[in-house]
């Protein structure tokens, strides 16, 4: 049962935006920062955004990341169908002491 | 650019120790200020992090896996283990290893996040 919890799925036309949302609490998100995570269909989960809002390099400024409270947000602009994938959030639980993922949300482009 | 890579038997009985090395290239496991953790994904489900050594053998593992999990480290080959004891049919899934880095904010570490991943190894548990 995961403490972060994110939209099983989110869908837009190819060029278009979509937002997905990760939902925790004080103990993880309100204190601590957040990364997210893309894995595209077989293949092992790649770095997105850290620290909330950093790109590691490589990764297109279409991938934006954001914090507020105890949420945070992954943003994709100009949507490409080969952004169909699995996305996740996480961050360190300083009550649970682990390291905890988001549900995951998978994004369909239409 | 660093490179890690599982190993280890695809299928372990119940009951039994699952064992797996994750081998880093493309660096020294001891370099830097790095963890290396042990992530797992049951298939069609999501991630569960196992647990974490850093060089100096420090360990931290999840509280719901703390009794059966050991994770070591060997400096001298580049690699790090996982060690998975009295496992069930609900331990099967991808086993990944990952390099998992922190920042750190006035003297206190503000995040840890996985920056390399290893491909991912399927280990099912049967008999």
Redesign the interface.
Same mark, same amino acid.
């Given at each position: 049962q #995961?403490v972060l919890t994110q939209p099983p799925s989110v869908s837009a036309a190819p060029g278009q935006k979509v937002t997905i949302s990760c939902s925790g609490s004080s103990s993880n998100i309100g204190n601590?920062? *957040? #990364?997210w995570?893309q894995q595209l269909p077989g /293949?092992?989960?790649? %770095?997105l955004i +850290?620290?909330n809002n950093k790109r590691?390099s490589g990764i297109p400024d279409r991938f934006s990341g954001s914090k507020s409270g105890t949420s945070a947000t992954l943003g994709i602009t100009g949507l490409q169908t080969g952004d169909e994938a699995d996305y +996740?959030c &996480? /961050?360190?639980d300083s009550s %649970? #002491?682990?390291? *905890?993922? &988001? /549900? &995951?949300t998978k994004v369909t482009v239409l | 650019q660093v490179q890690l890579q599982e190993s280890g038997p695809g299928l372990v009985k119940p009951s039994q120790t699952l064992s797996l090395t994750c081998t880093v290239s493309g660096g020294s496991i001891s370099s830097g200020s790095y963890y290396w953790s042990w992530i797992r994904q049951p298939a069609g489900k999501g991630l569960e992090w196992i647990g974490r050594i850093y060089t100096s053998g420090s360990t931290n593992y999840n509280p719901s896996l703390k009794s059966r999990v050991t994770i070591s480290v060997d400096t001298s080959k580049n690699q790090f283990s996982l060690k998975l004891s009295s496992v069930t049919a609900a331990d099967t899934a991808v086993y990944y290893c990952a390099r998992e880095a922190i920042t750190m904010v006035r003297g206190v570490i503000a995040a840890y996040y996985f920056d390399y991943w290893g491909q991912g190894t399927l280990v099912t548990v049967s008999s």
């Open positions: #995961s601590n920062y *957040v #990364s995570y /293949t092992a989960p790649k %770095l +850290y620290d590691p +996740y &996480g /961050t360190w %649970l #002491s682990e390291n *905890v993922f &988001g /549900t &995951g | -």
